[in-house]
């Protein structure tokens, strides 16, 4: 079982950024694919991003693609989320998560308590 805090979320303007870290602990980090996904209220869950152990494959849903960066530090076990161009429509929780499977449908499971993260216009 793989233990996910994330952090980083906050207010900020439309067109602002901000940088959402994920600190895994316990079993389960190694050699599986980490992602994000945001739940906003009244809507959808809807997956963001991913990106492989080997930092070989990412993957961006087409909402963010161009403005948001996943990245990882396996050495530190950790798994970051850098946000540009904010739009209102980015702003929900932003959950970390472990990918069991690549690729739509996405699998995952194991999250955090999740960050939020509010975009003003």
């Known amino acids: 079982q793989v233990q996910l805090v994330e952090s980083g979320g906050g207010l900020v303007q439309a067109g602002g950024s901000l940088r959402l870290s994920c600190a895994a602990s316990?079993?389960?980090?190694?050699?599986?694919?980490m992602g994000w996904f945001r739940q906003a209220p009244g809507k959808e869950r809807e997956f963001v991003s991913a990106?492989?152990?080997?930092?070989?494959?990412?993957y961006y849903a087409d909402a963010v693609k161009g403005r948001f960066t996943i990245s990882r530090d396996n050495a530190k076990n950790t798994v970051a989320l850098q946000m540009n161009s904010l739009k209102p429509e980015d702003t929900a929780v932003y959950y970390c998560?472990?990918?069991?499977?690549?690729?739509?449908?996405?699998?995952?499971?194991?999250w955090g308590q999740g960050t939020q993260v509010t975009v003003s216009s």
């Open positions: 998560t472990r990918v069991m499977r690549w690729g739509r449908p996405w699998v995952y499971d194991n």
């Open positions: 316990g079993r389960g980090f190694s050699n599986y694919a």
């Open positions: 990106i492989d152990w080997g930092v070989i494959r990412t």
